[in-house]
């Protein structure tokens, strides 16, 4: 059968009204060019779909079959129209984040200012360990990742917006909480509570230890950061985490970051893709405000420094002017035992991981 969407559409504007004149004035067609098209309708299936009794015409019975199909087809057809047309469109697109499982606790935030800026737009998100959003990245099931490293093995692009420094957490009455400059050999007496293998965390965490040559013992094996910290305000360890994951428990007291050397340990946040990937225009704008602006909502510093395409500003397609960063302030200070803020480790003695 070689019938066309034509056919179809003059068949089902004749049938809507039962009435030549009428459907051609809605086509915009002259009547025998929409008579020519249901006639030619007719002999592909090979069966009348009008049938005239006096002066007006029924639909046969296969024309109501057929009617009923060209609906659904032209339905659909319109439906991709408008799919397709989302992918064009800043107002109506869909994005399709996968951010790492510490990064929920600020990603809701920047989500719901860039949602006020473009309130059509569908976000897809989802929130997964750094071993899935790797695959998810090499199987393009995402537009883009926010993640603590980029992977090796996988061929991206994408940039810095944030500063990510992990802290050492500790139980509130732990002997740390009364001391400064604490020693890294000390933490050899300690058990550690730990993410599960495949946590971008629990990476970098080791290879601190290892880099610094301090034995790490491990404790319970635990999948979730609010896990790990309810464990360590119950005393089954300590733990080392993001500062995003521990602000309410610093603040509330209920947790304590004690003062020592060469923590936190200091790494950035990721925005990626895979490389070469075209970006629909809302992915870029969602990129583009993670960089340029994510790090001053959140009143951080953005400290770009480890991709090349995170040195420079990227222009938003909606402003005219690039943003300039003010170093921020932090939030909450970390206070030690007597209270008085404990100055944050200069980023150069820290380690980069
Ligand atoms: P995680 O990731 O939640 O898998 O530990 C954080 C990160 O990538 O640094």
Known sequence: MNITLKQLLAFTTVSRHLSFTKAAAELNLTQPAVSMQVKQLEE???????????????????????????????????????????????ERGTLRISVATTAHYFAPKLLSIFYKRYPGVNVKLDVSNREQLISQLENNEVDMVIMGRPPVETEIEGGVFMENPLVLIAPKDHIFGRERSIQLKRLEQEVFLVREEGSGTRKAMELFFKQHGIRMTTGMEVSSDEAIKQSVQAGLGLGIMSRDAVQNEMQLGHLIVPDILHFPIMRQWHVLHRKGKRLSPIALAFKTFLLNEASAILNREPHFDSMSQANTPVQDPHQTQFRTYEPAKPQTAITGPDGKPIPPVPLKKSLKI
């Open 44 to 90: 592909q299936i090979g069966q009348a779909l009008f049938e005239q009794m006096g002066k007006k015409i029924y639909l046969t019975e296969a024309g109501r079959e057929v009617r009923n199909y060209a609906r659904t087809i032209l339905q659909q057809v319109e439906d991709l129209d408008a799919h397709l047309s989302s992918f064009k469109d800043l």
